[in-house]
Nanobody
Framework: VQLQASGGGLVQAGGSLRLSCAAS????????MGWFRQAPGKEREFVAG??????YTSYADSVKGRFSISRDLSKMYLQMNSLNTEDTAVYYCAVAHQAVAGPGASGYNYWGQGTLVTVSS
């Protein structure tokens, strides 16, 4: 499975961006998917996850109420609102081993190349 993330860019604090992730195989539609991010000098962290059917979602506390994850079969999206400078990072999409997507990176076996989000003050 190959993943292609897109939608990153430069945005002012308070602005919005929508990230997209497309999986190369429809089999990804049977698996949970998730977004992670890695800021400079920091470890990769979980942002949001969504189950195979989109019914179950989970978010990091830092993005709850501001970010929204969704999917359409093997495509996944991350709507990011009220962005702040702490959201600056490379965002990665990933496909989980199972039908649900939790916060642990070990639960994912396919990763995209990342898309850079820069939030200016």
């Amino acid at each position: 499975v190959q993943l292609q993330a897109s939608g990153g860019g430069l945005v002012q604090a308070g602005g919005s961006l929508r990230l997209s992730c497309a999986a190369s195989r429809r089999t990804a539609s049977n698996n949970g998917m998730g977004w992670f991010r890695q800021a400079p000098g920091k470890e990769r962290e979980f942002v949001a996850g969504i189950s195979w059917n989109g019914r179950y979602t989970s978010y990091a506390d830092s993005v709850k109420g501001r970010f929204s994850i969704s999917r359409d079969l093997s495509k996944m999206y991350l709507q990011m609102n009220s962005l702040n400078t702490e959201d600056t990072a490379v965002y990665y999409c990933a496909v989980a081993h199972q039908a649900v997507a939790g916060p642990g990176a070990s639960g994912y076996n396919y990763w995209g190349q990342g898309t850079l989000v820069t939030v200016s003050s």
